[in-house]
């Protein structure tokens, strides 16, 4: 049996993958800290889902204690070998990363740079991590591609990432590591992030709350289904070498767009307070996916209208629990 080290369990991201990792055969050791980034009780659900399940392995820990995680590999992996790690853990978010911005390049970071030690000391044979779209700035281009320019960054956020990216390429030129970074687009889905428009968006046309709009809402974003995803980052434990991909659904709508067709599924509209645009964000994300193809012949499935339903039904049916979350 294949075995897994999954950093950011509790995550949205890594709940979704460390389910269907379980479901493959795999065995899984997840990681969290969970911390108060966005309100825990939405991580606290998604491990209370998890745990018990056969062959999930779940601990407590913070990948920026190097003591930690020393002890943890040793107690766990010394005559135990892994198989691969996928590094999701991360502060996430543009606009926090500019209060906060110490916590972001420690845990995006220095955390990343304790993983890849221990990756390269236990010879661990596959290191997958999680960057962002962000990385790509205030490109105008139609597409992102990966030979794109990212060293011009708009957030803390996206500096962070584009940080660990130039760490591992170094680690990989070093010690013939197999790296892989996926720049991920807008995820979206059941037991979202509550700080992420989707999550937002879906709980105001539930309560019948008002959402903030920041800028004129024709700012595009390249919404990506959390269970393609999830397929990307599976397929993408197979690769050698240094890769970077992009994972996104190349079809980009606006924040405009967005909300009538939230409030069309949910037929209920959103009402809306006009806020000034944030600096940090960027107007337009959309992924160039061809060399993602290429590799390991994945593209996304899902259509927004499908992803939404999906999403809006599973927030329905954990309406009272979720008018609890802050978001």
Do not use: C
């Amino acid at each position: 049996m294949k075995k897994i080290l999954l950093t950011g369990a509790a995550g949205f991201i890594g709940y979704h993958l460390s389910d269907f990792l379980l479901n493959k055969g795999f065995e899984v050791y997840g990681l969290d800290d969970l911390n108060n980034n966005y309100d825990k009780r939405i991580k606290q659900w998604r491990i209370s889902q998890l745990v018990g399940k056969k062959n999930f392995h779940f601990t407590k820990i913070n990948i920026v204690s190097p003591l930690n995680l020393n002890e943890y590999f040793r107690k766990n992996f010394k005559s135990n070998k892994l198989d691969a790690i996928i590094n999701l853990a991360a502060r996430t978010g543009v606009r926090k990363s500019t209060l906060d911005p110490d916590s972001y390049y420690r845990s995006n970071v220095i955390g990343v740079l304790n993983l890849v030690k221990l990756a390269n000391r236990y010879s661990i044979k596959s290191f997958v991590h999680a960057s962002t779209s962000s990385v790509y700035g205030k490109s105008r281009k139609k597409n992102f591609k990966i030979t794109d320019d990212t060293n011009r960054p708009l957030s803390n956020y996206a500096a962070s990432k584009k940080a660990s990216e130039v760490l591992l390429y170094a680690y990989h030129m070093l010690h013939k590591q197999n790296i892989t970074i996926l720049r991920l687009f807008t995820v979206y889905g059941p037991a979202g992030r509550p700080d992420m428009s989707p999550f937002i968006f879906i709980q105001s046309s539930i309560n019948s709350d008002p959402i903030n709009l920041f800028g004129t809402g024709k700012q595009q974003r390249d919404f990506t289904y959390v269970d393609d995803v999830i397929v990307g980052i599976y397929k993408s434990l197979k690769l050698k070498g240094y890769n970077v991909l992009n994972l996104g659904n190349n079809k980009p709508i606006s924040i405009n767009h967005l909300i009538v067709k939230i409030s069309e599924l949910s037929k209920n509209k959103i009402k809306i307070n006009k806020k000034p645009p944030n600096p940090e964000d960027v107007p337009f994300t959309a992924a160039n996916i061809s060399r993602t193809k290429q590799l390991i012949g994945w593209a996304p499935k899902t259509g927004i209208d499908q992803g939404l339903q999906k999403t809006l039904k599973w927030h329905l049916k954990n309406k009272e629990w979720l008018s609890k979350i802050k978001i």
